[in-house]
């Protein structure tokens, strides 16, 4: 017979409850059970779950910020004439509230920042469907128009902040675009280009670690992932399913897509290497939505079929609980 003691260097403990403050690791008998039990780290699954409602539905609109800190500006509104909006609206972690609204309605537009007091609004189709390089900064209360792209474009993929921001790809006619551009706080100035022309691309990451995955490159819903240095693209590890216009937010080595069209509920995670697909899907199935946040703590928005539904992302992580040790 196995000597356990021996081995472990201790006895298993026995009680007739549960310990009321264990430790990782630690390991008992509880004989009110007949149960071997232990204290062990185990992942939590991933999540959907419902947030507040926009005030305005609306689509291809870009997100900024996190979780409990949004903001949602510009896009092409349900309801509205002219379509497009200059609708700006901020969440809270529970709700949405309209504030000042951008100098040009736009949409198409791409949307960075780390919070919601300090974000930048760009590129896009205005009202006229007139293609834009224009540039508005936002400081918590108001838009100012700064100096624009040197290319004017839509669909877009995006990452960084209000003061060092990266664009990259989207679609300006007649042919989608691999060029690339950099943001100082000042000034755009063209960074190397995507090695494929693409559009309808997502971005994640930093101005100096980004992320571009999925669009339409040539064909609709590619699966094609390039990885951004500070200074080259790299084409890397495609994605598991095709789409283009998905919310993309997180970074570099651990992202999110969520959405995308044709009209998608799918979620899938990169780890820096892969891609997988997650078990936890939204609840409404949309394209062109805006996102934001973190692969742990994330939030999309609006979308097509023109929508007002907010999802709150809880990603995959790790807890300690108390388990049953079983023989399977």
């Given at each position: ?38 204290y ?11 947030g ?75 009202g ?6 224009q ?74 670690a ?16 390039e ?9 890397v ?47 409404t ?6 996102g ?11 979308g ?25």
């Amino acid at each position: 017979m196995t000597n356990y003691t021996g081995i472990q260097g201790q006895n298993i403990l026995i009680v007739s409850s549960d310990p009321a403050n264990p430790v990782e690791g630690q390991i008992w008998y509880n004989t009110t059970s007949n149960t071997l039990k232990d204290y062990q780290s185990v992942v939590v699954n991933a999540a959907w779950a419902s947030g507040g409602n926009l005030n305005t539905a609306r689509t291809q609109n870009g997100g900024a910020g996190t979780q409990t800190a949004a903001l949602g500006a510009g896009g092409y509104a349900s309801g509205s004439s002219p379509y497009n909006t200059t609708a700006v609206e901020s969440y809270n972690g529970s709700s949405w509230t309209a504030v000042a609204s951008l100098n040009s309605d736009v949409r198409g537009n791409c949307v960075a920042g780390g919070t919601n007091t300090a974000v930048l609004s760009f590129l896009g189709v205005q009202g006229n469907n007139t293609f834009t390089a224009q540039t508005e900064s936002w400081n918590g209360s108001s838009w100012t128009i700064v100096n624009s792209l040197n290319l004017q474009r839509s669909g877009a993929g995006r990452a960084g902040t209000q003061t060092a921001a990266l664009t990259f790809g989207g679609y300006f006619p007649p042919p989608n675009r691999n060029n690339s551009e950099s943001w100082n706080g000042t000034s755009w100035t063209n960074t190397p280009t995507l090695n494929t022309v693409v559009s309808g691309n997502a971005g994640a990451g930093i101005q100096t670690a980004a992320l571009s995955f999925g669009g339409n490159s040539p064909t609709p819903a590619t699966t094609q992932t390039e990885s951004w240095n500070g200074t080259s693209w790299t084409i890397v590890n495609s994605m598991n399913t095709g789409k283009l216009s998905r919310a993309g937010f997180g970074t570099q080595t651990a992202a999110v897509a969520a959405g995308g069209q044709p009209s998608s509920n799918a979620t899938e995670l990169y780890n820096g290497t892969t891609w997988s697909s997650s078990p936890a899907n939204l609840t409404t199935a949309r394209g062109d939505l805006g996102g934001t946040g973190t692969q742990s703590l994330g939030l999309v928005y609006g979308g097509l079929p023109f929508s007002t539904a907010t999802e709150e992302w809880t990603g995959p992580s790790t807890a300690l609980q108390t388990k049953t040790i079983t023989t399977s």
